[in-house]
């Protein structure tokens, strides 16, 4: 029994170091693809009258307005113009970002 003691207590340092070095590793890269993520940008549009353009972060960036989109007399078309052309661009984001993020497993949504 004194044999297996000491052979299980050669390599664990050296194992516990290198698994700390991948954890570092994959945080840095992590960090940088979210830092990739909020320069990225996707545009989302409806009925070629609406666009938005967000980051794959979220955050709004733009959005654009054809002329022919607006009738004083009917808001809510446009409305939901805009509700669509920003889901759709929601959507693309997040295809990116789980295309980004996915090589992090379920760590990528705790940072």
Known sequence: MGNFGSFNRGGGMGNMQQLMKQAQ???QDML???EELKELEVTG???NMVEVT???DGKMTGISIKPEAVDPDDIE????LIVA??????EKAEEVKSEKMGQFGGLGGLM
Request: net charge negative; hydrophobic share 40%; with cysteine.
């Open 45 to 47: 549009s409806a009925s």
């Open 32 to 34: 940088k693809a979210q």
């Open 54 to 56: 967000l980051t794959c």
């Open 77 to 80: 078309m446009l409305e939901d």
């Open 85 to 90: 052309a920003f889901n759709d661009a929601t």
């Open 25 to 27: 590793k994959m945080q």
